[in-house]
């Protein structure tokens, strides 16, 4: 299994990206593909293909990749920048404003920074990658100890004990301890 964050050297400091997402990414090529492929298949096989359907699932296959394209998080000293497939959202961690997890079923960070930039992150990414999760927390640390993050602090607490709870479950199922 390849470790899920490859530390990178660049000239500002370092940064973390997530490597598993090259591998999320070719899964949701590889979905569509297949999808597009067994949907022509049949299509031929039934005598009924021709081009407005060809492209009818040509489109539907696209439309399932863009659906299932994660995210790619990137994080460095004071920065986290999302990048989906139209957007790039980043926000400033060394300054965050703002840092909401919702209590239920939603299971995305929100953080938003002095300068108005806004990030939503899927906390499994979170809980997933350690290194992102120490250069968010110290950042966000950081940004309360300088008395710019007013609002969040419990949740960020919340989620340092999750992040925790997590990785001490996963070190114990590794060992074979749990």
Do not use: K
């Not at 660049?10 to 593909?33: L, Y």
């Not at 929100?110 to 108005?116: A, H, P, Q, R, S």
């Amino acid at each position: 299994m390849e470790p899920r964050f490859v530390p990178q050297s660049e000239p500002d400091g370092h940064t973390v990206q997530d490597s598993a997402w090259a591998g999320e990414a070719r899964a949701a090529a590889g979905c569509a593909g297949l999808l597009l492929a067994v949907s022509l298949t049949v299509d031929t096989c039934d005598g009924g293909l021709n081009l407005p359907t060809a492209l009818l699932w040509i489109a539907l296959a696209v439309a399932f990749f863009v659906v299932l394209l994660p995210a790619r998080v990137v994080a460095a000293p004071g920065r986290l920048t999302v990048r989906t497939l139209w957007t790039r959202t980043a926000v400033r961690t060394d300054r965050l404003a703002t840092l909401r997890w919702p209590h239920g079923i939603e299971r995305c960070l929100v953080l938003t920074d002095t300068e108005g930039g806004l990030v939503r992150i899927d906390l499994r990414v979170l809980l997933a990658n350690p290194p992102l999760w120490l250069l968010l927390e110290t950042d966000a640390r950081t940004s309360y100890e300088n008395g710019i993050l007013r609002d969040g602090v419990r949740d960020l607490d919340r989620l340092a004990r999750r992040v925790e709870r997590d990785t001490a479950h996963s070190v114990f199922t590794t060992s074979g301890l749990h």
